[in-house]
């Protein structure tokens, strides 16, 4: 059962993103949006934890939010909209939103 | 001699009204004269950012705001040096002109104050 791990808190001020990063399993998914685009940010240990996940997990981050707030996206994530964040939620069996 | 206030703004621009409202507080003081000192500190120093497009998620520029502090008399803008390294920003050039502190500088800058307001 593949799970979709949904953030949207900043990973500078809690813990969410590296609580998730450790329990995620070898079928999950991860999707940033909202303040949680941050981990994007280029020089920091986010970013860096995330480069280094194994391939087989996907991470996708929301373009708009990316934009928002000037981020440039690594290549290691696959961009989406709203229509496609729709799409992963469906694709996957259930979806972790980390309230 | 009216007293004097440090707002310290630790939310990002997009999360929420937080950033808004630490601003406003700053600019309502200066059109006061008040003396305001203001404090960027966590994830509010991605406030200073200066690529931001807030329009994409239809919301204002709060950059076009924070230029408008010295205007209004507030003219004691400080950085934590600390979450701009946490962050990977202490290269990256800030949108307004802010003195960085260290951690022992902000103390420092909280005792100094009469009276501080942490948003």
Same mark, same amino acid.
């Not at chain 1, 981990?39 to 996907?58: F, H, K, T, V, Y």
């Given at each position: 059962?593949?799970? /979709? ?26 999707? /940033? ?6 981990? /994007? ?35 290691? /994530? ?22 | ?15 929420? !009204? ?16 008040? !003396? ?56 990256? !050039? ?26």
């Amino acid at each position: 059962m593949a799970t /979709l791990h949904v953030l949207s808190h900043s990973p500078f001020t809690d813990s969410r993103l590296s609580s998730c990063l450790r329990i995620l399993g070898s079928q999950d998914a991860l999707l /940033l949006c909202g303040d949680a685009v941050y981990a /994007l940010q280029d020089g920091s240990a986010q970013r860096q934890a995330l480069e280094l996940m194994p391939e087989n997990i996907a991470l996708y981050a929301l373009n708009e939010d990316v934009q928002a707030r000037g981020l440039l996206c690594p290549t290691r /994530l696959k961009q989406v909209d709203y229509p496609g964040f729709v799409a992963l939620s469906c694709q996957y069996d259930k979806v972790n939103t980390w309230l | 001699m009216s007293k004097s206030l440090l707002i310290i703004s630790r939310q990002a621009p997009c999360s929420g !009204p937080g950033a808004r409202e630490a601003l406003d507080i700053a600019l309502a003081g200066g059109a006061f004269d008040l !003396p305001i000192g203001l404090l960027f500190l966590d994830d509010g120093v991605f406030q200073l950012s200066s690529a931001q497009q807030p329009a994409t998620l239809q919301q204002k520029d709060l950059s076009a705001n924070l230029q408008a502090l010295p205007m209004f008399g507030v003219e004691a803008l400080y950085v934590s040096q600390r979450s701009l390294a946490e962050r990977g920003l202490q290269d990256q !050039p800030s949108s307004l002109a802010v003195e960085r502190l260290d951690d022992s500088s902000i103390s420092a800058l909280i005792d100094r104050y009469d009276q501080v307001i942490t948003l």
